[in-house]
């Protein structure tokens, strides 16, 4: 190794690299400052598919997952195997340090034994429905029936809480490691005693879960998430067996050796084929098929 030849390689510190098709924008909630990262699908520009309705993946912890889902979306889509959709991520606050930004706004309810504070779902889920789903919506071309509502973690949480009380603000559900935990298990408690409301439930919900998300022997976890996500997709079986129409889906995957911090892109990757293969993806029915595999043959197909 000491005779070996200099590699020469010129660095280019004023060429970041960028996702393709993708763009920022500022938001306001009241006093607060959010940033949307948005990526168009490939061909969206295309006068061939101006008359194309995408379906788009609302992705919170921005910073994290915006850049895993493009990343696994893109040779599927591309490769004509996934129904293309529109990616937009939601950052943390701007100015405040991402955790305290993610504990306040996506736990249900107030835990006082925290320092941080807590319990701001209710108003982050109506920033969701009256600012950032409005402003994607006016301003791209949208498939309203077709939004897909992706959480990992206290995100995860924060859609099982979204499917308690604003349930129609999304047809498909990704959820990361839900943190199922939080105050001793309290949404789940509050699903079980919203039983009849699940029922009529019209949504596909995915959830992935690290195997060793638990305190038992073995077990990374201070908590036992997988016994909480297996809790969780046995509420939402039972709610389905009574539906004449069949209109709620589930999935549940548990990740083999996979613990929280390494869990997502698999989920990720395992869901979004779930949702959105385009032969067989359960967010698809035929009519929304149909238009993607119209879309997909105008794309190139190119990774």
Known sequence: MANQQNIDATVMHNSPFNIPRSHTVKIQDKERTYKLYI????????SKNRDIDYPVIYLTD???TFQIMSGVTR????????APAIIVGISWELGMQGDTSRVR?????????????TGGADRYI??????????????YRTDSEQRTYVGNSLGGLLGGYILLKQPELFRNYLLGSPSFWWQQQTLLSQLESNSDALTKLNANIFVGIGALEHNRKGGDSEFDMVADAKRFKALLDKAAKPQPQQTLHTKLLVINEAHHATAFATTAVHGMDWLFNHKQGK????????????TMRHVDGSF
Do not use: C
């Not at 990526?39 to 295309?46: A, D, T």
């Not at 040779?75 to 996934?82: L, S």
């Open 62 to 64: 921005a910073m994290y």
């Open 39 to 46: 990526k168009l699908p490939k061909g969206y520009k295309s």
């Open 105 to 117: 706004d996506y736990t249900p309810t107030v835990d006082n034994s925290w320092n941080k504070v």
């Open 126 to 139: 109506r920033f969701l429905k009256h600012r950032v789903i409005p402003y994607v919506e006016q301003n």
């Open 283 to 294: 967010s698809l029915p035929k009519a929304i098929s149909s238009q993607s595999n119209k």
């Open 75 to 82: 040779f599927p889509m591309n490769a004509k195997q996934m």
